[in-house]
T-cell receptor, first 115, second 115 residues
Framework: NAGVTQTPKFQVLKTGQSMTLQCAQD?????MYWYRQDPGMGLRLIYY???????DKGEVPNGYNVSRLNKREFSLRLESAAPSQTSVYFC??????????????FGPGTRLTVL | KQEVTQIPAALSVPEGENLVLNCSFT??????LQWFRQDPGKGLTSLLL?????REQTSGRLNASLDKSSGRSTLYIAASQPGDSATYLC??????????????FGKGTLLTVNP
């Protein structure tokens, strides 16, 4: 059981380049999330997917797009990277979106630098 | 708006000491509270999940308590070890409003256990 996996682990981009961060989970969870973590700001939700086929914006969605490819996979795309998107990106999953027994499990993160 | 505060921001203790980490939140209407551990350069590992109806949860040397009415949670670590050194984050899931899918995180307490 790998849990939540993310690729790549590290990435350096130039301003204006695009890339896709990949996330997969093997826990048969319905809901998946993308967060970014910045010093002094804590973790902030970018996008989430309540279930396969649905996606919704979180707190900081500007500059990002997502795709819920199937139940296992949830990708995050930066169409035109900006230095402000330099951050550590975490994917997470949970059994359900709502409800009190909704424990979230996190991946190891992708460390992205935009020059 | 829900705000989560963790004090102190950093804590250094000698090995073997029992210690308490604090988490406070401004809105007591929550589904649950989750404690995480984050090692440097790594993802978040879920430690304990406390439902709003519970007072405490235990896992090994860890004990988390919840006092919803006062907006406080504590994470008690018994007989601390150098391997406990990490950043500890708490996060609450709000019950009210349409955004109860979203965890609100504190900024964490950096714990160092000295041999």
């Amino acid at each position: 059981n790998a849990g939540v996996t993310q690729t790549p682990k590290f990435q350096v981009l130039k301003t204006g380049q695009s890339m896709t961060l990949q996330c997969a989970q093997d826990m048969n969870h319905n809901s998946m999330y993308w967060y970014r973590q910045d010093p002094g700001m804590g973790l902030r939700l970018i996008y989430y997917s309540a279930s396969e086929g649905t996606t919704d914006k979180g707190e900081v969605p500007n500059g990002y797009n997502v795709s819920r490819l199937n139940k296992r996979e949830f990708s995050l795309r930066l169409e035109s990277a900006a230095p402000s998107q330099t951050s550590v990106y975490f994917c997470a999953s949970s059994e359900a979106l709502r409800g009190s027994y909704n424990e979230q499990f996190f991946g190891p993160g992708t460390r992205l630098t935009v020059l | 708006k829900q705000e989560v505060t963790q004090i102190p921001a950093a804590l250094s203790v000698p090995e073997g000491e029992n210690l308490v980490l604090n988490c406070s939140f401004t809105d007591s209407a929550i589904y649950n509270l989750q404690w995480f551990r984050q090692d440097p350069g790594k993802g978040l590992t879920s430690l304990l999940l406390i439902q709003s109806s519970q007072r405490e949860q235990t896992s090994g040397r860890l004990n988390a308590s919840l006092d919803k009415s006062s907006g406080r949670s504590t994470l008690y670590i018994a007989a601390s070890q150098p391997g406990d050194s990490a950043t500890y984050l708490c996060a609450v899931r709000p019950r009210s409003g349409g955004s109860n899918y979203k965890l609100t995180f504190g900024k964490g307490t950096l714990l160092t256990v000295n041999p």
